[in-house]
């Protein structure tokens, strides 16, 4: 025979089935609430690879290297160490840059100039070899990198200037007030100017003249290239954009070139220092 609950009993049994009600509603809510909710990692993981800028891949130098002299050694794995900077400097900016400029945007300021660095680079190794055996020749054919993402490919050649697009090549023109024959002339844009070098040399011995004429025209034409370049892509990148692809490298390129110059004056005289100070730029508008 049962016997009935006293009634203060069955009030907290009520009370307590009632509590047990709202929390498992309140877990069902807060667990479908959960549930609606995307995982942080998941979506920061997605976002990454949506923008997923690729990879740069060169080359590699040192195994096309010939034999090299002890007492040129330092100097080479200097420069190859050097060449591996310069990778990855420019696959951090390919991923700093995601989503800037047009189509050409990573050939112009990424990988066009990261192949004139890692031809002054080569060539320094080459001349180090040099010194004390025969110069290997060649090794310029090293210096294009490529991209490689899913549908993208990159650098044609190290020595392809910049190719402009419709778009910037309208803006130069309009900004010209002229044709595109007149474009590449506009003072819209700005003007590279850089310090006068061959003012600044020692005396040249006869037999170093022809290196140092070479390099100094050398000097020229990298100023030309850099103020077509500046045409070509206005209105391409950010704020940086003229820094970071266009006086950058230019400086870059100018410091080996006048590096040469101080290697030929110094192979029958007396090394001239302090010349790396006319290597920057600036752009005057």
């Known amino acids: 025979m049962s016997r009935a609950l006293p009634k203060y009993n069955k009030r907290r049994v009520v009370f307590i089935g009632g509590a047990a009600a ?4 309140g877990a069902i809510i807060a667990g479908s609430a959960l549930a609606g909710t995307p995982d942080k990692s998941s979506t920061a993981q997605s976002a ?33 160490t ?10 951090k900016r390919l991923v700093d840059t995601v989503g800037q400029g047009g189509a050409n945007f990573v050939q112009n300021a990424i990988l066009g100039p990261l192949a004139d660095k890692r031809v002054s680079t080569i060539d320094r190794i080459a001349i180090a070899i040099g010194r004390q055996g025969t110069k290997p020749t060649g090794l310029d054919s090293l210096a294009t990198c490529t991209l ?8 044609t050649g190290a020595t392809d200037t910049a190719t402009a697009t419709p778009s910037a090549t ?38 170093a003249q022809a ?4 390099n100094l025209a050398l000097l020229d034409t990298q100023i030309a290239e850099a103020n077509k370049r500046l045409v070509d892509t206005v209105g391409q990148g950010g704020a940086n954009f003229v820094q970071n692809a266009i006086l950058g490298p230019l400086a870059d390129k ?4 006048i590096d040469r110059i101080a290697i030929a004056i110094g192979r029958q005289g007396t090394k001239p220092t302090g010349l790396d100070s006319l290597a920057a730029c600036t752009l005057t508008k």
């Open 170 to 207: 309208a803006a130069a023109t309009q900004a010209a007030g002229g044709t595109d024959d007149t474009a590449a002339g506009s003072s819209a844009v700005g003007t590279i100017s850089c310090p006068d070098v061959k003012s600044q040399l020692p005396a040249v011995p006869a037999s």
């Open 148 to 155: 490689n993402s899913a549908g993208t490919t990159g650098s």
């Open 22 to 25: 709202v929390v498992l509603s």
């Open 254 to 257: 100018r410091a080996s070139t």
């Open 211 to 214: 290196e140092v004429d070479r």
């Open 48 to 80: 990454r690879t949506l923008a997923d800028p690729g990879t740069i891949t060169c080359p590699d130098v040192k195994s096309q290297l010939p034999a090299v002299p002890a007492s040129a050694q330092a100097e080479v794995d200097r420069n190859l």
């Open 82 to 91: 050097l060449l591996d900077t310069q990778i990855a400097e420019a696959n």
